[in-house]
Nanobody, 124 residues
Framework: QVQLVESGGGLVQAGGSLRLSCAASGRPFSSYAVGWFRQAPGKERECLAAISWSGGSTYYSDSVKGRFTISRDNAKNTVYLQMNSLKPEDTAVYYC?????????????????WGQGTQVTVSS
């Protein structure tokens, strides 16, 4: 079992930056692949970025590539999502998930644990 808690969301102007954190407790976080997803009202949850156990492999969706960076510090049991050049269309609830698969995981139903989400609002 692992428990996930997201933080770092908030209100930011377009062009600004935020850094989200996903802190884990329970089993060692290094045993999980982690992904960041978001869900806007009326839309499906989408995978934005994912990182493997070691951090050696990453994935980014086209919508965030070049603007967002996923990283992890297994010693701190934390995964980060640095978000730069934010746009109003990035407004959503952001979730982190943990998967027992030892690879980058893009598919929502392959995640075993989820955090409660953190709201990101980008004003124009």
């Amino acid at each position: 079992q692992v428990q996930l808690v997201e933080s770092g969301g908030g209100l930011v102007q377009a062009g600004g930056s935020l850094r989200l954190s996903c802190a884990a407790s329970g089993r060692p976080f290094s045993s999980y692949a982690v992904g960041w997803f978001r869900q806007a009202p009326g839309k499906e949850r989408e995978c934005l970025a994912a990182i493997s156990w070691s951090g050696g492999s990453t994935y980014y969706s086209d919508s965030v590539k070049g603007r967002f960076t996923i990283s992890r510090d297994n010693a701190k049991n934390t995964v980060y999502l640095q978000m730069n050049s934010l746009k109003p269309e990035d407004t959503a609830v952001y979730y982190c998930g943990a998967s027992i698969w030892d690879r980058v995981v893009r598919v929502q139903n392959e995640y075993d644990y989820w955090g409660q989400g953190t709201q990101v609002t980008v004003s124009s």
